[in-house]
């Protein structure tokens, strides 16, 4: 059964976990351009890192995370710094979330793929750079563990450890209180926004 995509209140994300490891990966290794054709964005999950999985499917040191077989499923991925660089392509994300992640842990997050993460209730919470290595290693070692993302006292426990994260006032209260879910928050005050109409001039008054 495939896991449902984020609504709501975000309080934690339970999981197994995926390292990718290395700085600066960008928005065309997340999801390379030719798939940005697509009318929706519905069948983007097979495609995440689709570039980097070909190549490293006939290297010594492959498959790509994302093929290898422990780690389907997995929801949180770990990687390094400066990740979603590159154009902004809101695909990324969308990706990464069809393909199955829910939570991301790095070093830094350029700043438009965060937001588009955001947007999609995707925490993105950041550790130091001997604190990710750390998280790395212990995923890499037990690829089995299940991890538990809490976004509230921003921390990150698994594998019989546990690690302080960072996340910015701003988004941690948009993911606990829901508020991150501009679709929902609309179609939950649906009587309010009709009075609003009502009211405004230029949609009531002038238009009668």
């Not at 422990?70 to 902004?88: K, T």
């Not at 392509?89 to 438009?112: D, K």
């Not at 993302?149 to 594998?159: E, H, I, M, N, R």
Request: hydrophobic share 50%; proline share 7%; with cysteine.
């Amino acid at each position: 059964m495939a896991t449902p995509f984020p609504f709501g209140p975000i309080t934690a994300v339970t999981g197994t976990a995926v390292v990718v490891r290395g700085d600066d990966i960008d928005t065309d290794r997340i999801i390379p351009a030719r798939f940005l054709k697509c009318v929706t964005f519905e069948a983007l999950g097979p495609a995440a890192f689709a570039d980097d999985r070909a190549e490293l499917a006939q290297a010594p040191a492959g498959p790509h995370p994302f093929d290898r077989p422990e780690h389907q499923g997995a929801s949180i991925l770990l990687v390094n710094r400066n990740f979603g660089c590159g154009s902004s392509r809101e695909h990324a994300p969308q990706a990464l979330m069809r393909w199955g992640i829910r939570a991301v842990v790095g070093e830094s997050f350029a700043e438009i793929f965060y937001g588009n993460c955001l947007a999609l209730g995707i925490p993105c919470l950041t550790a130091s750079h001997e604190g990710m290595l750390a998280i790395q290693a212990a995923a890499a070692a037990d690829p089995a563990a299940v991890f538990t993302l809490d976004v509230a006292a921003q921390s990150l426990s698994g594998a019989g450890q546990s690690w302080a994260l960072d996340l910015a006032a701003g988004p941690r209260q948009m993911l606990s209180t829901g508020q991150w879910d501009a679709t929902s928050q609309l179609l939950a005050n649906g009587t309010a926004l009709e009075a609003t109409v009502a009211r405004l001039p230029y949609l009531a008054t002038f238009a009668a």
